[in-house]
């Protein structure tokens, strides 16, 4: 079993979340617990189970609709929050970061235009981020990976633009946002380090071009996921 250490804050999070969910529906009644049974869940000495942090849409994701600088500085502390200037698209915007220190558990949201109310956009990246997202996906995770967790193709941007490798339609996925969500799980993939320019320049010379991940361009290029995120709607949506 992984041994994971994440903030305490962060955890106690996680687990408020998850007992908030788990007590929408009632537990059935436990079997007898028997000497068999008992031997099978223990854990080794020493490993600990912890549930990963969710950059996801819905009840288990660590950041709701109703969020507030406010509210997200009392679950987290705020001192384990900071403002920074970070890219977004072709400019700057300032963002509130979450264990800015962290590259494990980093993320950061985005208000954008907005003036009061929840984020519009909270992403995580980096080789060391251990957030996971809709489907168990992780930074990092191949095309393939993403195409079965989605059950089938989705459409993306090239890597020309600001917008670069940005899925922009799941294609009626199970990523994809239904009537009435709120938010929907959104993604960035990148290419490898060691990408050939053959390879790059068919899914490079548009900037406005998007491609279907099962198209031989990209599936030449082989990109993998770069950005987890989730976008939140406008309520009057």
């Known amino acids: 079993m992984i041994k994971l250490a994440f903030p305490p804050a962060l955890l106690a999070s996680i687990g408020a979340l998850a007992l908030t969910s788990c007590q929408e529906a009632a537990a059935p009644p436990a079997a007898p617990e028997t000497a068999t049974t008992q031997a099978a869940v223990e854990e080794p000495a020493g490993e600990i189970d912890v549930k990963l942090p969710q950059m996801v849409c819905g ?5 709701q609709p109703e969020d507030t600088r406010e509210s997200l500085a009392a679950r987290f502390g705020a001192e384990n929050l900071a403002e920074e200037d970070l890219r977004w698209v072709d400019s700057t915007e300032t963002a509130l970061v979450l264990y800015p220190d962290e590259p494990a558990t980093r993320a950061e949201l985005f208000w954008l235009d907005k003036t009061s109310g929840g984020p519009v956009y909270v992403r995580v990246s980096g080789e060391n981020s251990q957030w996971i997202g809709a489907g168990g996906l992780f930074v ?7 195409e079965a967790a989605n059950g089938g193709p989705f ?5 020309e633009n600001h917008n670069s490798g940005e899925v ?10 239904k009537p009435g969500d709120m938010c929907e799980f959104a993604m960035a993939l990148g290419l490898p380090a060691d990408a050939a320019s053959e390879v790059i320049a068919p899914v490079s010379g ?3 071009k998007t491609y279907r991940s099962d198209s031989p361009e990209i599936r030449a290029a082989n990109p993998s996921a770069d950005v987890l995120a989730v976008q939140f709607f406008d309520q009057a949506r």
Do not use: K
């Not at 459409?155 to 890597?159: H, K, L, N, P, S």
């Open 59 to 63: 009840p288990n994701g660590f950041v």
């Open 140 to 146: 990092g995770a191949s095309l393939a990976d993403i």
């Open 155 to 159: 459409e993306m941007m090239g890597f």
């Open 168 to 177: 922009v339609d799941w294609l009626g996925g199970a990523f994809a946002a």
């Open 206 to 208: 548009d900037p406005g």
